[in-house]
Each structure stands twice: as structure tokens, then as C-alpha cells.
């Protein structure tokens, strides 16, 4: 077995300090990469959130079971589908539909040449 070096251990370490908690569930994960991508194997979604392909198989049952996503069989592959006007499903968020959670977490949109100029600075008064 290797030793890590000094540099690699720290490394390492931060890596798995950064992964201790996130803000996102590993749910809110897969509903996002099926987003992406609806043609995404469960092994990639897997491999994506960082789960094990098994518990990538029991979120994507819970999620189709909760009404957020669609599965349907194509040829061999499964195809999915986001439910975007489904209601989610906790009491303070409840007013809000999948499709706004979507497109809050989804890719950043291109900033324009005129949205990435600075505002001049304001003088205080």
C-alpha cells in the first residue's frame, strides 16, 4: 500500500470534508440529471451524484412513484420525463411546481458582453 504524501493526504482531505453535507438531497441530484439529460442511464446518474447505481434505481422509483418523473420503456432503454407542473410535495414549498426547482438549479444561462460590464460606482452621499 502507497503512502500519501503530504500534498495528496490534504488533498485528500478536503475532498472528503467537502462532501460531508450538501445542501441538496441526492434526490433533488437525480431529478436534475434526469433533467439534463432524459436519456441518461441509471449507471450515469449514479456515477453523477455520486451513489451507488442501486440507490440511483430506488430514487428514480421514488421520484416516478411521487409523480415527478415519467418512465417509459424505448426499445431497450428507459426514457424519462420531468413532470414539470407537478406541485411539490413539503408544506412551505408546496406553491411551487418541479419546473421552478429546475430551472433554479439547472445550468447557469450565458451572460451577454452587456450583462458582464461593471455598474459605475456610487458616490456616498
Not at 462532501?19 to 439529460?37: F, Q
Not at 461593471?118 to 456616498?124: E, H, I, N, Q, T
Amino acid at each position: 500500500m502507497r503512502r500519501l504524501t503530504k500534498p495528496e493526504s490534504q488533498a485528500r482531505l478536503r475532498e472528503v470534508e467537502d462532501h460531508r453535507w450538501s445542501l441538496l438531497t441526492s434526490h433533488a441530484l437525480v431529478l436534475l440529471c434526469i433533467a439534463k439529460n432524459p436519456e441518461t442511464r441509471v449507471r450515469e446518474i449514479a456515477d453523477d451524484v455520486g451513489i451507488s447505481e442501486r440507490g440511483a434505481h430506488q430514487i428514480v422509483a421514488d421520484l416516478v412513484e411521487a409523480g415527478y418523473v415519467k418512465r417509459a420503456r424505448v426499445g431497450r432503454r428507459n426514457h424519462y420525463a420531468i413532470e414539470e407542473r407537478t406541485s411539490l410535495k413539503h408544506l412551505p414549498v408546496r406553491h411551487r411546481r418541479v419546473a421552478s426547482i429546475i430551472a433554479l438549479l439547472g445550468p447557469e444561462p450565458p451572460r451577454s458582453a452587456a450583462s458582464t460590464r461593471r455598474l459605475p460606482k456610487r458616490r456616498a452621499a
